[in-house]
Nanobody, 130 residues
Framework: QVQLVESGGGSVQSGGSLRLSCAAS????????MGWLRQAPGKEREGVAS???????????LYADSVKGRFTISRDSSKSTLYLQMNLLKPEDTAMYSC????????????????????WGQGTQVTVSS
């Protein structure tokens, strides 16, 4: 059973940075695509960033247009941890952030579609004040 536990959320002023971490267990990093998704109050959940399998060489990481150039997703498989480095944060980035995973192949393009993800963490709150 895949288990995901996020940490690193908090409150920061506009322009600041945060790094989210997601400790994963019970999964093979070569068989799962992973991602960060967020949901703000009153809004639908949206994909922020996704990453292919650990040995996926065909496709790289994928970002929502709203975070390109500001957020970076990465994976340290030796630590079974997924990261999201968030820089130049804006008030509109305020949301509950969750890491998630779904089974995919080495030649699969990672996805930002929340509906493809099967495993979810409990989420960590990020609040950006102006």
């Amino acid at each position: 059973q895949v288990q995901l536990v996020e940490s690193g959320g908090g409150s920061v002023q506009s322009g600041g940075s945060l790094r989210l971490s997601c400790a994963a267990s019970g999964y093979n990093p070569r068989r799962y695509c992973m991602g960060w998704l967020r949901q703000a109050p009153g809004k639908e959940r949206e994909g922020v960033a996704s990453i292919p399998t650990d040995d996926g060489a065909t496709f790289g990481t994928l970002y929502a247009d709203s975070v390109k150039g500001r957020f970076t997703i990465s994976r340290d498989s030796s630590k079974s941890t997924l990261y999201l480095q968030m820089n130049l944060l804006k008030p509109e980035d305020t949301a509950m952030y969750s890491c998630a995973a779904y089974r995919c192949g080495a030649y699969s393009r990672p996805s930002l579609d929340p509906y493809v993800y099967n495993y979810w963490g409990q989420g960590t709150q990020v609040t950006v004040s102006s």
